[in-house]
């Protein structure tokens, strides 16, 4: 049983499921669904489709993680990033509103949970390592750019479209003149309401005397009372007559569970795209999951998210979905209200799926400019100026990957963007680690510590050259190696010992073994013994199934001490 539970966790928290942890788990998701209905069509229409199809991947996804995923409290369903990602991977496929675009649709989101079920099945959460903080942050901040951007239209009551920033900015100017007057009027009334909620009503709420967890809910649903006021809005003020756009009849029920249609060129089309979206939705998905868990002492189990994400995916798209993940804010919430089990997922599809079969006739009045400020207010939160200027401060390497991502994502779309950023910084992680630093050491007056010499008062002698490498050898920095040793000794004609201080290495590859050979019998020529120090039990494992330790001129010292001891004392 044990066994079975570390691939479905619903077997090991479901033996100990109490009525306490029911109360809590029910309380916090009437909390998320209040927040989820809206955000469910929102996001749906942000990504070309109808709006009903929000809520159908916000029911059996939810209960698919529930099974197979490790947090506690991680909400899945769609979000902003996945939602633009599918929009611009679909968008040159099909057109929006047609059966094709929703087969594509389904189809994504089944690829992408076969690729994130076959990744952790095989551990390869490693893969995700590539996208470094920096690319993810450049990109969540450039797509809520982008998505803010694209959402205006609606607002404005105008036709415009574009899948990259110029693009957007084109059509918008081209449309000016015609904009919908109540329509603007509606949209830019629901911005102020909904950045009134989230910025302020929580502290009037508490300051008028309700408690901290009411006022908290109340805030939370503000979205569905920005739903409620607009809906009623329409017949009072006669709007679908004076050109406001409406969502339209949405149709009552539940999905019919079926497979996507497999098209194999379509496959092939989609097939990067759904790669995108699956590295990037685990990204996501894992740091918040991981970060509500360190609050609970709880564990994540990354190769097992990846698998429960994939069902949640394919859950999606055989019930007419697209591709879903991990949601930052939902996740946040459901944990602030106390949810203490996955169950609190099922509660909430349970209620989504009862919103889909009774609530569905109620919204076909809903205004899409109610939708577009609802997204507008969510995805700016994800523009982080903060977080571009402390990498700037911090990194001037990693600000390049940050802002070719950025600039990428903006003007050349999500997944150029994302591309460039990932191929950027490993270019300049390889650039980096093929010049490592590599510092000459020398003894701390009365210690056996030894530090650079540029840095440090130390005590060295003309005989003996100890150099400490900071980085691991392999092939992109072997010759570099070779090439800062030569220099070095040609600086010093009184040499007689080489000391490579190896604490920093933690591995050698075939070609940098190759260049200590070489190293080693260029020295030997000069009249010169090389010696290394400080070498880590797997790297000198791995050096004793090679001939090297046999030729190396000099000796292997466990300390850089034990190798000045043994040498002789510096003399100055």
């Not at 090991?12 to 209905?37: C, E, F, K, P, Q």
């Not at 059966?99 to 551990?123: C, E, K, N, V, W």
């Not at 260049?515 to 013994?529: F, Q």
Request: charged fraction near 15%; proline fraction near 5%; include cysteine.
């Amino acid at each position: 049983m044990n066994r079975l539970a570390n691939y479905l966790p619903i077997l090991d928290w479901g033996r100990r499921y109490s009525r306490a942890t029911l109360t809590n788990d029910m309380v916090a998701a009437v909390i998320v669904t209040i927040m989820l209905i809206p955000q469910s069509l929102a996001y749906a229409m942000l990504a070309g489709l109808p709006a009903e199809i929000g809520l159908y991947a916000s029911i059996l996804p939810l209960v698919a993680y529930a099974a197979f995923g490790t947090s506690r409290t991680l909400a899945v369903g769609p979000v902003a990033v996945v939602s633009l990602m599918t929009a611009s991977a679909i968008g040159e496929i099909a057109a929006q509103g047609t059966p094709a675009y929703l087969a594509a649709a389904m189809l994504l989101a089944f690829l992408s949970g076969a690729m994130l079920i076959a990744m952790g099945a095989f551990r390869l959460g490693f893969v995700a390592n590539f996208l470094s903080h920096p690319v993810i942050s450049g990109f969540i901040t450039a797509s809520g750019l982008l998505i803010a951007a694209g959402q205006l239209k609606y607002v404005l009551g105008i036709e415009a479209g574009g899948h990259t920033l110029p693009q957007i900015v084109r059509g918008l100017a081209a449309s000016i003149g015609s904009v919908n007057l109540p329509t603007l009027g509606l949209g830019a009334s629901v911005l102020a309401f909904l950045y009134f909620v989230r910025m302020r009503l929580k502290r009037v709420l508490v300051a008028l005397g309700l408690s901290a967890r009411l006022a908290d809910i109340a805030t939370k649903a503000g979205p569905v009372a920005a739903v409620a006021a607009t809906i009623l809005a329409v017949p009072a003020f006669n709007l679908d007559a004076r050109g406001v756009v409406l969502v339209g009849a949405i149709p009552q029920g539940l999905p019919v569970p079926t497979l996507p249609a497999f098209d194999l060129a379509l496959i092939r089309i989609l097939a990067v795209p759904a790669l995108l979206i699956s590295l990037i939705g685990f990204v996501e998905s894992v740091s918040v999951a991981q970060t509500l868990a360190a609050k609970r002492r709880q564990r994540i189990v990354p190769d097992q998210e990846l698998i429960g994400l994939g069902a949640a995916n394919i859950a999606s798209a055989v019930s007419s979905g697209y591709p879903v993940t991990g949601g930052f804010a939902r996740s946040v919430v459901n944990f602030d209200a106390g949810a203490e089990t996955p169950a609190a997922g099922i509660y909430t599809a349970i209620g989504i799926a009862l919103a889909t079969l009774f609530l569905t006739p109620l919204l076909a009045n809903l205004p899409q400019a109610t939708l577009a400020a609802t997204i507008i207010v969510a995805v700016l939160s994800l523009v982080n100026i903060a977080v571009i200027r402390r990498v700037w401060t911090y990194s001037k390497v990693d600000f390049s990957a940050m802002a070719a991502t950025i600039l990428g994502t903006l003007f050349f779309g999500v997944e150029t963007g994302v591309v460039m950023g990932v191929v950027l910084s490993l270019l300049l992680h390889l650039h980096r680690t093929s010049r490592p630093h590599m510092a000459v050491v020398g003894q701390m007056p009365g210690t056996e510590h030894f530090r650079n010499v540029d840095r440090h008062q130390v005590e060295t002698s003309p005989h003996i050259l100890s150099v400490r490498v900071d980085e691991s050898l392999y092939f992109a920095n072997a010759r570099y190696l070779e090439d800062r040793i030569a220099a070095l000794i040609a600086e010093r004609p009184e040499l007689k010992h080489v000391v490579l201080m190896c604490s920093a290495v933690n591995m050698i590859d075939a070609s940098a073994l190759e260049s200590l050979d070489e190293i080693n019998h260029r020295l030997k020529d000069a009249g010169i013994t090389l010696h290394l120090s400080e070498v880590k039990g797997p790297v000198m494992d791995r050096l004793k199934r090679s001939h090297f330790l046999e030729d190396l001129t000099g000796e292997v010292f466990l300390s850089q001490y034990g190798a000045m001891c043994r040498l002789g004392p510096p003399a100055t």
